[in-house]
């Protein structure tokens, strides 16, 4: 809840410039209801709307269109506040949504808008893509004096990561293993040393490992 808060009053300066919906009547007090129990949506305008992202519930992913777009609701005491229902990534600076809570940003990645959850800053800035694939699902079902093949469909996760410098070029880390190894190595120089450079493990976990040390270096 604390951590909740923080971000909360991080963001707060934001709220309430937004030049499409009069929120200047509402009380501070009523903002931090809105924010920690509803979530928000950052505009790189610096405007803020009250809102809360749809998701998918069982993977608690918001809900993208395939046109890129950020997918609004507006529940409860939201409803007069009431603005658009879907909003293109491209114009959004940040969002806090789901359960539970996470706090997403929007990067431009080869071209195109995708949202991130930040997992590192520092001198190295570390996001994490996460989205499901779905894949086929197999099973056996008994019934008297017979056996019956059924299929289904489930979601695999994903997770790949994002690296930058701070204020740098954005690195996707896929591909095999060894191009992996080798854009890690390209984007450490000068911060390790040429055998532990050749030691770079390339397992997310192990990346993250290896970037929080050297942010608190």
Known sequence: MIKVLLLVLFFLPA???????????????????????????????????????????????????????????????????????????????????GYPRKLNVVKLYDGKSVNLEKIAFGRYELYKEVYYEKEPMHFLTSMPDSNTSSSSTGKEIIEVLYISK?????HRLDGDRQ?????????????????????IKTA??????????????
Request: some cysteine; overall charge positive; proline content about 2%.
């Open 166 to 170: 701070k204020n740098g070029k954005l």
């Open 179 to 199: 191009e992996k190894k080798k854009m890690l190595a390209t984007l450490f120089e000068g911060d390790l040393s040429e055998k532990k450079l050749s030691k």
């Open 15 to 97: 709220v309430g410039l937004s030049q499409d919906i009069d929120y200047s009547q509402l009380s501070r007090k009523e903002k931090l209801k809105f924010l920690n129990y509803y979530g928000y949506v950052i505009l790189n305008s610096q405007d803020t709307i009250y809102a809360e992202v749809k998701i998918d519930k069982s993977t608690n992913t918001p809900i993208i269109t395939r046109s890129n777009q950020l997918t609004l609701t507006y529940p409860g005491d939201l409803e007069k506040y009431a603005y658009k229902t879907k909003v293109s990534l491209d114009s959004i600076k940040c969002f806090y949504f």
């Open 204 to 217: 997310n976990y192990k990346v993250i490992e290896l970037v929080n040390r050297l942010n608190a270096n």
